[in-house]
């Protein structure tokens, strides 16, 4: 069956995630495509989400002006399986700390987390660390960049991975936030394991 993943292309690390999924796609039987998306009309088309990491406060504004922030709530409650990395997490969020509140940025709202922006500080702001994932056997090389981590979580949410007692990989139904970048390896478990879903 071909699929079509459609991939919010407002600002971040886009042409990485396209890269990516395209060789997952590639690697697996069935046929699929992966479209950009910048405005309304297309989200309804596609079979799953892909929010990338970047700036969330202008990720989140944009996706708002063109309307695509509702156009996505609607795909989550189809069941739409939808994946936000660093973030594309903070997008998904109901709930987000004294940055999130202070910049009045739009989330989507959709997973029951608590998120902090920026969480590992500054003289951890970006680095690499093989982090053991609950849906993986072997350790993923996983990249952080200001990245954000859940702060709290509901009963509901499956936590997937921490470090450092941070939630930093987190599962509620179709939806799946991390606070790493996938994209900049060439491990395709989670690419994988996404279009499992
Ligand atoms: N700090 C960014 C934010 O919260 C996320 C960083 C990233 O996506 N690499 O918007």
Same mark, same amino acid.
């Given at each position: 069956?071909?699929?079509?993943?459609?991939?919010?292309?407002?600002?971040?690390? +886009?042409?990485?995630?396209?890269?990516?999924?395209?060789?997952?796609?590639?690697?697996?039987?069935?046929?699929?495509? +992966?479209?950009?998306?910048?405005?309304?009309?297309?989200?309804?088309?596609?079979?799953?989400?892909?929010?990338?990491?970047?700036?969330?406060?202008?990720?989140?504004?944009?996706?708002?002006?063109?309307?695509? &922030?509702?156009?996505?709530?609607?795909?989550?409650?189809?069941?739409?399986?939808?994946?936000?990395?660093?973030?594309?997490?903070?997008?998904l969020a109901k709930e987000?700390?004294?940055?999130?509140?202070?910049?009045?940025?739009?989330?989507?709202?959709l997973m029951d987390i608590r998120v902090?922006?920026?969480?590992?500080?500054?003289?951890?702001?970006?680095?690499?660390?093989?982090?053991?994932?609950s849906?993986?056997?072997?350790?993923?090389?996983?990249?952080?960049?200001?990245?954000?981590?859940i702060t709290h979580a509901a009963d509901s949410v499956d936590v997937l991975a921490t &470090?450092?007692e941070?939630i +930093?990989a987190a599962k509620q139904r179709n939806l799946m936030a991390?606070?790493?970048?996938?994209?900049?390896?060439?491990?395709?478990?989670?690419?994988?394991?996404?279009?499992?879903?």
């Amino acid at each position: 069956m071909a699929v079509r993943i459609g991939i919010i292309a407002i600002q971040g690390d +886009v042409e990485e995630h396209i890269r990516a999924m395209e060789k997952t796609l590639a690697e697996r039987a069935g046929q699929g495509e +992966v479209v950009k998306i910048r405005h309304r009309g297309i989200v309804s088309s596609c079979d799953a989400i892909l929010i990338p990491g970047g700036e969330s406060t202008t990720i989140g504004r944009l996706m708002e002006r063109e309307g695509i &922030l509702s156009e996505i709530r609607e795909a989550a409650g189809d069941e739409k399986p939808i994946l936000g990395t660093c973030a594309g997490l903070v997008l998904l969020a109901k709930e987000g700390d004294e940055e999130v509140a202070k910049t009045g940025q739009p989330l989507l709202g959709l997973m029951d987390i608590r998120v902090k922006r920026n969480a590992f500080g500054r003289q951890r702001e970006s680095f690499e660390v093989p982090l053991r994932l609950s849906i993986f056997e072997e350790p993923f090389h996983a990249v952080f960049i200001r990245a954000p981590f859940i702060t709290h979580a509901a009963d509901s949410v499956d936590v997937l991975a921490t &470090l450092n007692e941070h939630i +930093v990989a987190a599962k509620q139904r179709n939806l799946m936030a991390l606070s790493f970048h996938p994209e900049l390896t060439e491990d395709r478990r989670i690419y994988h394991y996404f279009l499992d879903l």
